[in-house]
């Protein structure tokens, strides 16, 4: 479970990628959260997934203990200093922990053993469920109900079992049918597989 050079300078490379990812949603988030705030502030939670991305992506790929918290949290930091940051500012730092926190225990669930499409969709659902419950005290306190934190909660989690979850593991396979992941468990798994 040791790391190898090849697995940090992963995750940097994937907290940079994504990182960008973030700060451009964020950009765009804007004006569509404002309709949803301006309908039903809860139904936010939908569009949490590619937020989530970065640790559920890290943790399928490197597979060791602490790389989806870590690919969150660095990812949650590119994003923050990308020129000109994000409306949330280093805040977005707490979100990356508290995210890459629920992914990782799902992984750590399953003993960084098994990496399907469930365990993913599940991990997926895990950063969203840590993601709604800090947002319901950072920015949404005294504005969410108990009924609304409820779906707020809900729609997160969704948000990331599809988009994070399923959308992330999709993306772990296409890299390894590129052939960078060789290096990984996904990519031998995919030779495994086509030499049989």
């Not at 502030?41 to 060791?64: D, H, K, M, N």
């Not at 969150?72 to 926190?101: D, F, I, K, R």
């Amino acid at each position: 479970m040791r790391y190898r050079t090849v697995d940090l300078v992963t995750i940097a490379t994937l907290a940079v990628a994504l990182g960008v990812t973030f700060w451009v949603w964020g950009k765009a988030y804007g004006g569509i959260s404002a309709l949803a705030v301006f309908s039903f502030p809860p139904s936010v939670g939908v569009l949490a997934g590619p937020w989530l991305l970065a640790g559920v992506v890290g943790g399928l790929i490197v597979r060791r203990p602490g790389a989806a918290l870590v690919t969150e949290l660095a990812a949650a930091a590119v994003s923050a200093l990308v020129p000109g940051g994000t409306e949330w500012g280093l805040g977005v730092l707490a979100s990356g922990l508290v995210q890459g926190l629920g992914a990782e225990l799902v992984l750590a669930l399953f003993l960084y053993r098994r990496f399907s499409l469930g365990v993913a969709v599940l991990a997926g659902a895990g950063a969203g469920a840590f993601g709604s419950v800090y947002e319901w005290f950072a920015y949404w306190e005294g504005v969410f109900s108990g009924t609304d934190r409820l779906i707020h909660l809900g729609l997160f989690a969704l948000s990331g079992a599809v988009v994070a979850g399923a959308g992330g593991w999709l993306l772990v396979r296409a890299l390894a049918r590129a052939g960078v992941l060789d290096a990984f468990g996904p990519g031998r798994e995919l030779h495994e597989r086509t030499a049989v």
